[in-house]
């Protein structure tokens, strides 16, 4: 039975190897159009929160699942009695340097996500990445206190539910207008798609990071 999977494998090989893949002519231009439904230059965007935007919703959704699971298996165990945090003076400097330039790249990837390359993941990844720092750096019950006097759970919930409601009126065939291709008002419903993407991903990374640090201390 080994020999015959062998012998398989071999015949596929040589498949590949000889045997050219078709490549299909299409009467048209995918990304033209992409452009043309989406209204935005940049397409990536317009399939992922448009004609993809079906598997987007859920993409969303379970990434709301995993930091829902982070606090599950978590909940129970002893938190560290001391978390030792960065003290010399560079690497704070650094650190919080480095936040600053993150959490501006994150605004600028979350607004203008639909002109250029971006989005809202990408976004929210910078503005994880800004309070990942600004967390190694400062006290873990000091970014407890911001986080809750800020709202940042209930802020998280309700950008996913508005994600949602928005993404499920866009599916029904309701769809604002494009405005004019280019310019940063423009693409309808997707640049609102992309904050609200930015902020869940951003608030969500925020909570994973301050349970991790709480419980793991700095890994």
């Known amino acids: 039975m ?17 045997l050219a893949n078709p490549s299909p002519r299409l009467p048209f231009s995918i990304v033209e159009a992409v452009l043309e439904d989406s209204g935005v230059p940049n397409v990536v965007s317009g399939i992922i929160l448009r004609n993809r935007l079906y598997d987007t919703i859920f993409e969303v959704i379970v990434f709301t699942i995993a930091i829902m699971g982070v606090k599950f298996l978590l909940s ?4 560290l009695s001391q978390v030792y945090q960065f003290s010399d003076r560079s690497s704070i400097l650094l650190a919080r340097l480095g936040a600053t330039i993150s959490a501006l790249v994150g605004i600028e990837l979350a607004i203008r996500g639909h002109l250029s390359p971006g989005g809202g993941f990408a976004a929210g990844v910078a503005g994880g990445t800004a ?15 911001v986080y809750h006097r ?13 994600f949602v409601l928005l993404s ?52």
Do not use: D
């Open 2 to 18: 080994k020999w015959i999977y062998v012998a398989a494998g071999i015949a596929f090989y040589i498949k590949m190897l000889l």
């Open 76 to 79: 129970n165990e002893r938190p």
């Open 131 to 145: 309070i990942g720092l600004v967390a190694m750096t400062s006290s873990t019950e000091w970014m407890q206190k």
């Open 150 to 162: 800020w709202h940042a759970a209930e802020w998280e919930k309700v950008s996913v539910l508005v």
């Open 168 to 219: 499920i009126i866009t599916l029904a065939g309701w769809e604002l207008p494009h405005g004019k291709l280019g310019e940063l008002f423009s693409g309808g419903i997707l640049p609102i798609l992309n904050i609200l993407v930015a902020i869940k991903v951003a608030l969500g990374s925020w909570a994973a990071v301050l349970i991790f640090i709480r419980y793991r201390g700095l890994l």
